[in-house]
């Protein structure tokens, strides 16, 4: 069964570095979608690609975060510099992309601490 | 804010069946039903949905009240495996909005 993979599973960088997570969706899967998982909380949308274009970043903090899909397959988030409060789960999950509220399919997470 | 009213924990007893309520008594007539889990550590994991009718899989069965206000997540015979946070979520139907969850069930599943 495909799966979406992300790497790396675990990371621990100091405050102020810059960091990067990547994400490969489901093969045939037009629609990416980066989520932040606080411990104890839900998992929260901070960037929604279609293709390449990015849909809704809404909630994404631009002054240090930065998505890219360029090609339109995987994708790579950035944090540069790194908070305390960045560390959390961050989660890729991917669909169709039919426009049909397609199922969404979660990769097992990258687990940052900002140390 | 999310559009469901889960309790926050329940228990099972291992081979038990599994009943997780959800109330979604503002769901418009084109939001579908959504559950999904996420056991400790690991992404959220799909599990079913519907929009009307009751729906089977191989992993849980979806009952909707005829007023589509609620619904029940049956596992029918639960594991130890199971025991997971189980998010029940309302999607519109011609989008493809990113998901709001919600708190959320904690389950335990007894030995």
């Known amino acids: 069964e495909a799966e979406v993979a992300q790497s790396p599973r675990y990371k621990i960088t100091e405050k102020s570095q810059a960091v990067a997570f990547w994400c490969d969706p489901i093969?045939?899967?037009?629609?990416l979608y980066w989520y932040r998982q606080i411990l104890g909380q839900g998992p929260e949308l901070l960037v929604q690609f279609q293709d390449e274009s990015v849909v809704d970043d809404s909630q994404l903090p631009k002054d240090r975060f930065s998505a890219e899909r360029l090609k339109g397959v995987d994708s790579t988030l950035k944090i540069q510099p790194a908070e305390l409060g960045d560390s959390a789960m961050y989660l890729c999950a991917s669909s169709l992309g039919t426009g049909r509220a397609d199922t969404q399919y979660f990769g097992p997470g990258t687990r940052l601490t900002v140390l | 804010d999310a559009k469901t009213t889960q309790p926050p924990s329940m228990d099972c007893a291992e081979g038990r069946a599994a009943n997780l309520p959800c109330n979604h008594s503002?769901?418009?007539?084109?939001?579908?039903v959504y559950w999904y889990r996420q056991i400790h550590s690991q992404g959220p994991q799909y599990i079913i949905h519907?929009?009307?009718n009751n729906e089977t899989n191989e992993m849980a069965s979806l009952i909707i009240t005829e007023d589509r206000k609620s619904s029940t997540l049956i596992l029918p015979h639960a594991t130890l495996r199971d025991t997971a946070v189980y998010y029940c979520i309302v999607r519109v139907a011609n989008r493809d909005d990113k998901i709001i969850f919600g708190k959320g069930t904690r389950l335990h599943i007894l030995p």
């Open positions: 093969s045939g899967h037009a629609t």
């Open positions: 519907g929009l009307k």
């Open positions: 503002t769901i418009s007539g084109n939001e579908y």
